[in-house]
């Protein structure tokens, strides 16, 4: 009996419905690629590495978490956008009347677009935030870790939203 479970849960770990994977990935097996264009910055504050720095992570993303091949154009998923905000916010004061706390906060417009499933497609922002101590500055590693805390938020909310369908 225990051989016949234990067989059975191999069977059930190994087969697939087809459009499911067991990275959380749901799409059409059709889809053997992606297209994920640059992200311009058209915020008011413009943060030169930002662009660069958003599209390299949600291909990186992809490059990780799928199985599906990286092209320059006419993939079967397609990503495109742009930065729509970037904005530096104090959120929490002194008895001094300063601020204590700063937070960084990117919004990034994006639109997906799905060749074999085109009711999943979609046009909608995502956004996050970072807080960091107002005595410092958002450069080198300050400017690292919110860039990795917001970009891998955003990066893994888009991936979410479009091939995990959460």
Known sequence: ???????????????SCGIYSFGGVTLDKRVQTVQIDYFP???????PSLSQE?????QDLFDSQT????VKSGGDIHFEGEITGY??????????????QNRLTITVNVRYYN???????FERS?????????????????????????????????????????
């Open 1 to 15: 009996m225990k051989k016949i479970f234990i067989a059975f849960i191999i069977i059930l770990t190994t087969q």
């Open 41 to 47: 910055n058209n915020a008011l504050l413009v943060e």
């Open 54 to 58: 958003m599209t390299i992570r949600l």
């Open 67 to 70: 199985n599906l091949t990286s």
């Open 87 to 100: 904005r530096i916010n104090p959120m929490t004061a002194t008895s001094q009347q300063t601020a204590a």
């Open 115 to 121: 060749k074999y499933e085109e009711d999943t497609e």
């Open 126 to 166: 995502f956004s996050h935030y970072h807080d960091y101590g107002a005595n410092l500055q958002l450069t080198g590693s300050v400017l690292e870790e919110a860039y990795d805390d917001i970009l891998g938020r955003i990066t893994q909310d888009v991936f979410n939203a479009s091939v995990a369908q959460w």
